[in-house]
């Protein structure tokens, strides 16, 4: 916690005698949110203070903490850390359930895991319907590669589109997903439209 502190993630303890600090639930949930955004979710010190900050500013629009931390997800990542397998049993399950083909060390697996697990640190344990509509966007996504890789002709343009698409696709999916937050987020909480 003392780590935490002088990076200024987490506020100070109550000090209950010289060499003693008391560390409220919300020091516990704290911490728990800031193993998620850095461990599970990769982010660097500086992103997760933005975040933290973001989310201390308890004056500030809902919509405008949502856009601090889409900013902070497109920061560099740190070293990515093993997934619990019971999330990496939850996602192998609904890819089951869906019929897909995969291979067991399918880095999205992990991938999908590991998110699963940073939302279980900050006590949201993902309903099955919220792993569906996920699946079911990430099909939809992959139709559409498939349907861009059957318009092209020759081996090496099909080739190159499936490289280079599978690492600009991820972006391309959560760029769009963020405009989607926003355009959400503004609607629910009834924000002013952006400028």
Known sequence: MK???REGLLPAGERTAP?????????VQ??????????TGGLSIAAAKDVISALDASDAPLSETFEVAQHAMSTPRTKESEPSESARA????????????????NPGIDAAARALDGLSAIGFDAPDAY???YASAAASAAAADLRALSERTSRDAIAELMVVGTVLGDPLFAGLRRVAHEDATHEMFATQSPK
């Open 19 to 27: 060499n003693q600090v008391a560390y409220s639930g919300e020091h």
């Open 90 to 105: 939850r996602v192998a399950a609904i890819v089951v359930s869906r019929g897909w083909a995969f291979s067991a060390d």
């Open 131 to 133: 792993l569906e509509a």
């Open 30 to 39: 704290r911490v728990r949110l800031i193993r998620a955004l850095l461990e």
């Open 3 to 5: 780590y935490y502190q």
